[in-house]
T-cell receptor
Framework: NAGVTQTPKFRVLKTGQSMTLLCAQD?????MYWYRQDPGMGLRLIHY???????AKGEVPDGYNVSRLKKQNFLLGLESAAPSQTSVYFC????????????FGPGTRLTVT | SQQGEEDPQALSIQEGENATMNCSYK?????LQWYRQNSGRGLVHLIL?????REKHSGRLRVTLDTSKKSSSLLITASRAADTASYFC???????????????FGTGTKLQVIP
């Protein structure tokens, strides 16, 4: 039982390049989330999903797209990376609507130059 | 300012001392959670307190909630070097459209426990 895993762990992109971050969970959780963490800002929600095939915008969705084609995977895409997207990205999952605890992945550190 | 703001931003104590960190929030909530983040790692859930509860204990952790003041505190007793981490509060409330529980994380308190 690996919990929540994220791929890759580190990445450096040039402005304008694209990439996809992969989040996988093996706990059969319904809810999945993508956050970004910046110094002094706490965690901010980018997009989330309440089940397979669903996605919704969070607090800071601009510049990102997501897909949840399989229940266990939640992909975060950057179509044209910008330096403002330099951050640490965390994926999290939660069992159901009534459950509270979110399980976090180890994070992906992304630098856009 | 953000929904959850921790105070202090940073705290340095000696091993064996107690550590207290506070969280203030602005809107009504269903529950409040505390998470720990070790350097370079993801967040780990510590404890949850519901809006109708005033105090909760879990091992060396004690959480209080004052909904009239919209504030919560996390007390770690008899701190250890391994408690060195950042601590975040997270407030949860059902969204206006219903059916979704919006969770908002605070900015965190960085705790250093000196051996």
């Amino acid at each position: 039982n690996a919990g929540v895993t994220q791929t890759p762990k580190f990445r450096v992109l040039k402005t304008g390049q694209s990439m996809t971050l992969l989040c996988a969970q093996d706990m059969n959780h319904e809810y999945m989330y993508w956050y970004r963490q910046d110094p002094g800002m706490g965690l901010r929600l980018i997009h989330y999903s309440v089940g397979e095939g669903t996605t919704a915008k969070g607090e800071v969705p601009d510049g990102y797209n997501v897909s949840r084609l399989k229940k266990q995977n939640f992909l975060l895409g950057l179509e044209s990376a910008a330096p403002s997207q330099t951050s640490v990205y965390f994926c999290a999952s939660k069992d159901t609507l009534s459950s509270y605890e979110q399980y976090f992945g180890p994070g992906t550190r992304l630098t856009v130059t | 300012s953000q929904q959850g703001e921790e105070d202090p931003q940073a705290l340095s104590i000696q091993e064996g001392e107690n550590a207290t960190m506070n969280c203030s929030y602005k809107t009504s909530i269903n529950n409040l959670q505390w998470y720990r983040q070790n350097s370079g790692r993801g967040l780990v859930h510590l404890i949850l307190i519901r809006s109708n509860e005033r105090e909760k204990h879990s091992g060396r952790l004690r959480v209080t909630l004052d909904t009239s003041k919209k504030s919560s505190s996390l007390l770690i007793t008899a701190s250890r070097a391994a408690d060195t981490a950042s601590y975040f509060c997270a407030t949860a409330a059902f969204s206006n459209s219903g059916g979704y529980q919006k969770v908002t994380f605070g900015t965190g308190t960085k705790l250093q426990v000196i051996p």
